[in-house]
């Protein structure tokens, strides 16, 4: 991938955590620790930092106390399964060797990592610098514009694919701005809530196109009943979900903490301390991609030093 200015990744921790341990064989150590997800976790990193050579690098995660969506919508995420044991037992061991590689990690406390995401790409965007927000879930394609892409895996986490604001228009009908609205409509199953009744993403994006966003298409409910009655009575029927579902599909830009973009910086990495805490899982092949790539970026900044000389 070409990037032209100082790359930030930000990494969606929660989803990607869950996307290697459901892609890869339970892998375990010779005294039977699983180590599936870790190895998934961090081979997918290290496969991102080759390619990306970002100058920064922050992993947001979701932290176990109830998110302010939880306490609007009691609901919100209630299907989802508790997390298994030996997820949860790879979850603080991932945690646990970014610590000691110096890597950023934050998770705030009433927030998901998508908002810890959101906040920091806020940041970034207003700094002109280019963010590559690399997660499973959809919800962040609202992030999307000229300076923040997201890398979504696809297949597994072999394969990602890059959305810009032309591919999600292509996806979605809509741009990146208008997916909160759209799923204000439509509700998200992943996330347990329903939106309108009766009223799918090919009408929600023609509403969408039409009158911009949710409250628009409410001020206009008597020229929408006059075209389309049945439509009408849905949109009356469903205003409090689609009131609800905007709330829940927002992403919330400033949430309070602090994280200084200097400490993020790939440069401050500790190597060492990084391939010691892989080789205590016994890991032989990650701890040797650690050495290419790291090597290969102090390489590549020697280089550059030579030429200013």
Sequence with gaps: METKKDVFMLVDGSAIVHRAYHAMPPFTTSDGTPTGAIH??????????QQLKPARIVIAFDRAKPTFRQQLYVGYQAQRPKMESDLASQYEAIIDILKKAKIQEVGVDGYEADDVIGTLSETANKQGILTYIVTGDR????????????????????????????SVKEKYQVRPSQIVELKALTGDPSDNYPGVPGIGPKTAATLIHEYANVDNIYKHLDDIAVKNKSLAQKLIDGAEAANLGKKLAQIVTDVPFVCDLDDCQT???????????????????????VDEIFNQKQEVKKQNQMKLL
């Design 267 to 289: 440069s401050k990495i500790d190597i060492r301390a990084f391939k010691r805490a892989l080789e205590s899982f016994e890991f032989k092949t990650l701890p040797k991609r």
């Design 139 to 166: 919800d962040m394609l609202q992030l999307v514009d000229n300076d923040t892409l997201v890398l979504m895996p696809v297949k597994g986490i072999s394969e990602v694919r890059l959305y810009d604001e032309e």
């Design 40 to 49: 998934g976790f961090f081979s997918m990193f290290l496969k991102l930092i």
